[in-house]
């Protein structure tokens, strides 16, 4: 700090600024949660004085560690690289971690850790889209094969259809969501909130256990699409629920209980409709004899 | 010497220049920038070899596809003229399928361009923002120029499909189109992995691999019509 005396050294006149800024967030949150932190630290579990070091610390730690003092606009280049930040074992790392979720781990605090990332989310969309596609345009000819009057198509309709349903779910939702859970902060103080992509993040991870579970529905078995859809709509409801508890447990039990069945709704929705229309029903063993019944289950 | 110095130019009083000499002479100066762009002046040549010029560093790509070393030609001087012409390629040869009456059936035209375009700008965005020192359409120019071994495996596939649709020549048509969809990525790989640090090079293969595997998809399940 001796760079008054000397006129030849170089003062670090952004470190004031960036010191002033982290100031100016953290006046911000003890107003707000101070005089409701104390009692919350003592009665939470034990990831709490993470919480609260990730509220303090982290701001002007990653200000400071970051260089990025300033804040860019979203129409740069440089803000979407921000969200890139990661490596090859991050992605695995938090791809695993939505698969098995762990009762008092939670997805953003233990993986994304103030860092969530587009990448995943993205790719994992895209690869879910192709997945469907691919696997009922699959499913559908190993249903129909053998039969005399079937013409095998690509059905690449079902391409676009499957990108509108999945990107719409893993935007729109979140977005609700995020939506939803502001308004409520602005009701009841709120020990923990999250931003939007971080919302977005969790959403988008935790559709990666439906890429194996839709590969699975290939094979033309009613009971064993039925277990791996119970199967993944359990792992990804759980991390999504235990991911969205922290921030909705200050709140009323209706709110609670209303936030809570609407995310799992959704993903029952997602996947239960994804499987209707992509995956048409195999069909009884005794086609021989009743051929218009094989008609009529044959339409989807 | 004086009286000399005294007068000047009185030497010149009695010279006359007759009427019909011309005078003339050449005032340019032999500068190396005027040679130069002499040479790189294209627009006095034959159109033959403007085409040919270009035509011959497509086809100088399409080799350095065919036998992906570590070489950066391919990189420092990009066109996308040949990733159109294999674009185009690829999305005719899609065309007459048992796609064009019915609703329900292979990619349209419009859908593969918009494929394969979309692809790579999305792959080359993913690739830059991951901090990859490779530019913006050298990336274009190298997904671009890689599809190449599959359409050639498109254009042995409808050769296949003349012979018979059975399980033989779904079996061959597999073969053709798994072996140059490997060649495919591992060729772009070659030219795209080393601008990548080192960490992030599975992040930036994968939706290479992606991108190709579903190109390789559409080829695979193209049924003619009867």
Same mark, same amino acid.
């Given at each position: 700090?001796?760079?008054?005396?000397?006129?030849?050294?170089?003062?670090?006149?952004?470190?004031?600024?960036?010191?002033?800024?982290?100031?100016?967030?953290?006046?911000?949150?003890?107003?707000?949660?101070?005089?409701?932190?104390?009692?919350?630290?003592?009665?939470?579990?034990?990831?709490?004085?993470?919480?609260?070091?990730?509220?303090?610390?982290?701001?002007?730690?990653?200000?400071?560690?970051?260089?990025?003092?300033?804040?860019?606009?979203?129409?740069?280049?440089?803000?979407?690289?921000?969200?890139?930040?990661?490596?090859?074992?991050?992605?695995?790392?938090?791809?695993?971690?939505?698969?098995?979720?762990?009762?008092?781990?939670?997805?953003?605090?233990?993986?994304?850790?103030?860092?969530?990332?587009?990448?995943?989310?993205?790719?994992?969309?895209?690869?879910?889209?192709?997945?469907?596609?691919?696997?009922?345009?699959?499913?559908?000819?190993?249903?129909?094969?053998?039969?005399?009057?079937?013409?095998?198509?690509?059905?690449?309709?079902?391409?676009?259809?499957?990108?509108?349903?999945?990107?719409?779910?893993?935007?729109?939702?979140?977005?609700?969501?995020?939506?939803?859970?502001?308004?409520?902060?602005?009701?009841?103080?709120?020990?923990?909130?999250?931003?939007?992509?971080?919302?977005?993040?969790?959403?988008?991870?935790?559709?990666?256990?439906?890429?194996?579970?839709?590969?699975?529905?290939?094979?033309?078995?009613?009971?064993?699409?039925?277990?791996?859809?119970?199967?993944?709509?359990?792992?990804?409801?759980?991390?999504?629920?235990?991911?969205?508890?922290?921030?909705?447990?200050?709140?009323?039990?209706?709110?609670?209980?209303?936030?809570?069945?609407?995310?799992?709704?959704?993903?029952?929705?997602?996947?239960?409709?994804?499987?209707?229309?992509?995956?048409?029903?195999?069909?009884?063993?005794?086609?021989?004899?009743?051929?218009?019944?094989?008609?009529?289950?044959?339409?989807? | 010497?004086?009286?000399?110095?005294?007068?000047?130019?009185?030497?010149?009083?009695?010279?006359?220049?007759?009427?019909?000499?011309?005078?003339?002479?050449?005032?340019?100066?032999?500068?190396?920038?005027?040679?130069?762009?002499?040479?790189?002046?294209?627009?006095?040549?034959?159109?033959?070899?403007?085409?040919?010029?270009?035509?011959?560093?497509?086809?100088?790509?399409?080799?350095?596809?065919?036998?992906?070393?570590?070489?950066?030609?391919?990189?420092?001087?990009?066109?996308?003229?040949?990733?159109?012409?294999?674009?185009?390629?690829?999305? @005719?040869?899609?065309?007459?399928?048992?796609?064009?009456?019915?609703?329900?059936?292979? $990619?349209? !035209?419009?859908?593969? =361009? /918009? *494929?394969?375009?979309?692809?790579?700008?999305?792959?080359?965005?993913?690739?830059?923002?991951?901090?990859?020192?490779?530019?913006?359409?050298?990336?274009?120019?190298?997904?671009?120029?890689?599809?190449?071994?599959?359409?050639?495996?498109?254009?042995?596939?409808?050769?296949?499909?003349?012979?018979?649709?059975?399980?033989?020549?779904?079996?061959?048509?597999?073969?053709?189109?798994?072996?140059?969809?490997?060649?495919?990525?591992?060729?772009?790989?070659?030219? @795209?992995?080393?601008?990548?640090?080192?960490?992030?090079?599975?992040?930036?293969?994968? $939706?290479? !691999?992606?991108?190709? =595997? /579903? *190109?390789?998809?559409?080829?695979?399940?193209?049924?003619?019509?009867?």
């Amino acid at each position: 700090m001796a760079s008054a005396n000397d006129p030849f050294q170089f003062q670090e006149f952004d470190e004031a600024g960036s010191l002033l800024e982290a100031n100016r967030d953290s006046t911000t949150i003890s107003i707000e949660v101070e005089p409701v932190k104390p009692e919350k630290q003592r009665k939470a579990a034990g990831l709490n004085p993470a919480d609260e070091d990730d509220e303090f610390d982290n701001d002007d730690k990653t200000e400071l560690l970051s260089g990025q003092q300033k804040s860019v606009p979203f129409w740069t280049f440089e803000y979407y690289q921000r969200f890139f930040d990661i490596e090859t074992h991050h992605v695995k790392e938090r791809i695993i971690g939505s698969m098995l979720p762990w009762p008092g781990k939670n997805f953003i605090q233990l993986y994304l850790r103030r860092n969530p990332d587009l990448y995943g989310p993205i790719w994992i969309c895209t690869t879910l889209v192709f997945a469907i596609a691919i696997s009922g345009n699959i499913s559908n000819f190993l249903v129909h094969l053998g039969k005399p009057n079937y013409r095998y198509t690509p059905e690449f309709r079902k391409v676009t259809i499957a990108a509108t349903a999945i990107f719409s779910y893993a935007w729109l939702v979140p977005l609700a969501l995020w939506g939803f859970l502001l308004w409520r902060n602005n009701k009841i103080m709120n020990l923990v909130s999250y931003s939007f992509m971080e919302i977005f993040c969790v959403y988008g991870y935790s559709l990666s256990i439906y890429i194996p579970a839709v590969v699975l529905w290939i094979l033309p078995f009613e009971w064993l699409r039925w277990c791996s859809i119970v199967v993944a709509l359990c792992l990804s409801g759980s991390v999504l629920v235990m991911t969205l508890w922290p921030a909705v447990r200050d709140d009323h039990p209706k709110f609670i209980v209303a936030i809570m069945s609407a995310v799992v709704m959704m993903n029952i929705l997602l996947a239960v409709g994804c499987k209707a229309y992509f995956f048409s029903k195999p069909e009884p063993v005794q086609h021989l004899d009743s051929p218009v019944a094989a008609v009529v289950t044959n339409s989807t | 010497m004086a009286e000399e110095a005294s007068r000047p130019f009185a030497g010149l009083s009695d010279v006359s220049i007759p009427e019909d000499i011309p005078v003339e002479g050449d005032i340019s100066v032999p500068v190396g920038a005027s040679r130069r762009d002499d040479e790189y002046s294209t627009l006095d040549e034959p159109v033959k070899e403007t085409i040919l010029r270009d035509l011959r560093a497509v086809g100088k790509k399409f080799i350095h596809v065919l036998y992906p070393k570590r070489s950066s030609a391919l990189l420092r001087d990009w066109d996308l003229w040949g990733p159109l012409l294999l674009c185009v390629t690829l999305a @005719l040869l899609l065309q007459g399928g048992a796609a064009d009456s019915d609703d329900q059936g292979g $990619p349209q !035209f419009a859908e593969v =361009f /918009v *494929i394969i375009w979309f692809g790579s700008i999305v792959i080359t965005l993913n690739s830059k923002l991951l901090g990859g020192t490779i530019s913006f359409f050298q990336s274009l120019c190298v997904l671009g120029y890689c599809i190449m071994p599959l359409t050639v495996a498109m254009a042995v596939c409808r050769i296949v499909l003349i012979g018979g649709s059975g399980t033989v020549s779904f079996a061959v048509r597999l073969v053709v189109v798994t072996a140059s969809f490997g060649w495919s990525t591992f060729a772009s790989t070659a030219f @795209l992995a080393d601008s990548q640090p080192p960490n992030r090079k599975a992040l930036v293969v994968y $939706p290479v !691999f992606l991108f190709y =595997f /579903v *190109i390789g998809w559409m080829i695979l399940t193209f049924s003619p019509s009867q």
